[in-house]
């Protein structure tokens, strides 16, 4: 009850369904119901946990190794005197797996200001490009060194798949890059970066949702974001109070859907073995 704001807005708006209701509720669907109540109930916990966040309240965070290497790896360019290599896939900014990986990106770029670290941003689309050298031009200017920043770390190669994979290997080899990260999204090419990161002794952190992808990554680099996880590095990484309230809500979301999927498989169970209780699916159907 310490968010009186958000148990007032709701008892309100409650109180006015339960008018519209009484009265008749005129253009709504009665057989979406269940459709609607979801809708709403979601809605509220996702605002719920990110309000209590932004007031200060800490949460619990399942720690993801992949994360905590992302420094460790920085940390170890640095003391080799080499470059981090990033790769934010290869598609373009109307992919949401893009965009996620130039957001981690900033992060990054922060920390190789912070420890004066080279880093390598080969692109194989120009919206990407752009959005890249402004993701690391702001990281270095909050850091304070905006004087390291140059537009040249972020460089197009080629829009053909294999032709920037070749290319990106040819980097690796001639560079040799410490830490060698895949933030995005990946095809065919992702197998081939990976073996020739692993071929150069290069620390290797990869990132994506592409599930024909992920068990190459798994296979062949050190750390794996897998999914959703990979979704969630910019709430950890940044710690910002609304990413990390709306990380707590989508878990919260997922704990209460299990819970209903138990609780509706047992009573199925016994409605169909004994005819105890009542046939939950017809009340569970969306139609």
């Given at each position: ?14 109180v006015l369904f339960l008018i519209y209701w009484v009265a008749g509720h005129p ?261």
């Open positions: 009850m310490k968010d009186k704001q958000f148990w007032v807005g709701s008892a309100i708006i409650a253009y709504f669907v009665t057989d979406r119901i269940v459709m609607f109540i979801s809708i709403i109930f979601l809605s509220a916990t996702l605002i719920f946990y990110t309000r209590a966040a932004e007031r200060g309240e800490e949460f619990f965070l399942r720690p993801i190794p992949a994360l905590k290497a992302v420094e460790e790896a920085v940390g170890r360019s640095t003391e080799m005197g080499r470059p981090i290599l990033y790769v934010p896939g290869i598609q373009d900014m109307d992919q949401v797996e893009t965009v996620a990986g130039v957001v981690v990106l900033g992060h990054v770029a922060k920390m190789t200001a912070r420890y004066e670290t080279s880093l390598n941003v080969p692109v194989s689309r120009s919206i990407v490009m752009k959005a890249a050298r402004e993701s690391c031009r702001d990281a270095y200017t909050v850091e304070g060194r905006p004087d390291m920043f140059n537009e040249d770390m972020v460089h197009y190669l080629t829009d053909d798949q294999f032709a920037y994979a070749a290319g990106v290997n040819g980097i690796m080899v001639r560079e040799k890059p410490a830490a060698c990260m895949y933030m995005g999204k990946f095809y065919a090419e992702s197998l081939i970066l990976a073996e020739t990161g692993n071929s150069i002794g290069a620390i290797q952190i990869a990132g994506t949702a592409s599930q024909a992808q992920i068990p190459f990554f798994v296979t062949a680099c050190d750390y794996t974001l897998i999914g959703e996880e990979f979704f969630a590095a910019s709430a950890y990484l940044s710690q910002k109070p609304e990413l990390i309230g709306g990380v707590k809500g989508q878990d919260m979301i997922k704990l209460f859907v299990t819970a209903a999927i138990v609780l509706s498989t047992i009573l199925m169970i016994l409605f169909e073995t004994a005819g105890v209780g009542i046939n939950i699916s017809d009340f569970l159907t969306i139609r």
